[in-house]
């Protein structure tokens, strides 16, 4: 479904394609068409609206709907390491995002934490941990983009005790406490925490013309059909759209930015949604795929000028993948909590944020208090119980009558430590449908990441004992297999022997290309990157209006 204000001739040379339309994409295509330039944004999946999207569970759980399907048309292998034989893994691919427009930012749960000061500069900090680096901006030169995320994208929350300065009060007050919530909160506080209301990027009340949730219960993988949660499809893209300056040409997938004689990208090649090649005539070009498929485009995009791929002088395309760890423990209590309502979390804590020595390894991150499966009836069927559960017959039956109303779990979300040999490449014998090679992931969690993991889940246990719960089992906490925060592959820095982008998003080796997703990221955080990505689109929008405007491209 397309729905279009503008629509651009191919052959005519517009100031801006972007290349992607998820949390960074939809916002740089706002704010450039808001600031008067011609811009249109290439996605590769398919235009749905709000009144597209379903809570069919069979759909989009295990037909992948969001993800474009599973009739192989995007193979991706992995590996966890060099040495290793790339495989395709049964299930969910290793790089895992949604093609549609939107992005992943349809499907997410909404979990809008800020990075804190600690994030840019660890490095400082912590001294020399693997390839930790600083950021060349810090939280101070970021946070009025923190802010305007915050009231233009529309996050709803209330300031809690370890929060950084915030220049302006949170738009809506939070969403209702969930049950989880109200017991993550008496068990973290029995401990001397200081749970916190969640920050999320849906919304409790009317806010810019969009309704307040209706808590249904389907936000975690689902897209909203009621345009309270802040996609940039429901916030950036119809206001790009209304400019009369951007048109969202979807179903198009890139596959080459040619570059010319002074090294500088004049189009953009890409298939049409009947495999038909096309090319798009620009000035410039904005990158903002995703932290796995942005490396894979500039791989494919070799030439004899740029022979590593291009922007990658520096040998750092596609290194340093950050996925983020995480753990889940499980518990179930007394009475019916009811967790299939409303949105994931409602109570974080972020009383271990920082790093600390005395814990023996690096990292730090916080816990959520979330339904986690049992958001879903057939999932939570199939893999819902604790491991010592019956799988049949009417012990089982009984378990999931009583468990699935009784559930809840806490997630721990924690630091990947930025490791060279965890990269996005190209696979050299699989190819995608239309003949280009495959993504490859190679991957292992560090072993710091992996430990700090462990500690949230050991905190996890110990909140859910203080708050009275029946019976508690963990997930294990080992190397992952797959990674929807797809951080680090493109890292943003003042030296260009050392990161790929500058601290503007522009390309250190091509002055008209631009690089701003996941992938600019120099750290990981602590498991909540979406914010800072909006953040971060906001202010390279700014920053690359003024070098157009100043003739600078």
Partial sequence: MTSQATTFPTKQEVDFVVVGSGAAGGVLARELSRAGFD???????QYRKAADFTHDEFSVLFMNEMLGGIDGDHPQSFRASQGDKAEILPGLPPALYARTVG????????????????????????GDIESLADWPIDYDELEPYYTKVDWEIGVSGAPGHFDPYRSRPYPVPPLPVKSSGVLFERGAKALGLHPQSAPMAILSKAHN???ACMHC?????????????????????????????????????????????????????YYDKNGNEQAQRCKATILAANGAETPRLLFLSASSRFPQGLANSSGLVGKYLMFNCHSVTHAVFEHQLNEYKSVQCTRISLDFYNSDAKRGFYGGGGLDARPFLNSFPILFGMSGLPPDAPTWGSDYKQLLSEYFTRNMAVLGSTTSLPVASNNISLDPTLNDRFGLPALRVTYTDHEDDLAMAGFLQERAVEILEAAGAKKIWRDPVEPQRMGAHLLGTCRMGDDPEH???????????????????????????????????????FRAAEHIARFAKSNEI
Avoid at 504 to 530: A, K, M
């Fill in 499 to 537: 990161s790929v982008v500058d601290r503007y998003h522009r390309s250190h080796d091509i002055d008209n290309l631009f690089i701003c997703d996941g992938s600019s990221f120099v750290t990981s955080g602590r498991g909540q990157p979406t914010m800072t990505i909006q953040a971060l689109a």
């Fill in 217 to 269: 219960g389907f936000c975690l993988a689902f897209g909203c059909e009621m345009n309270a949660k802040s996609s940039t499809l429901a916030t950036m893209i119809p206001e790009a759209e209304a400019t009369g300056r951007c048109e969202i040409r979807s179903e198009s997938t890139v596959f080459n930015l040619p570059t010319d004689n002074k090294g500088r990208i004049r189009e953009v090649l």
């Fill in 209 to 211: 013309g969009r309704p």
């Fill in 103 to 126: 992005g992943s930012s349809v499907h997410y749960s909404g979990n809008f934490w800020r990075f804190h000061p600690i994030d840019f500069n660890e490095h400082s900090v912590l």
């Fill in 39 to 45: 811009v249109v944004v290439l996605e590769q999946g």
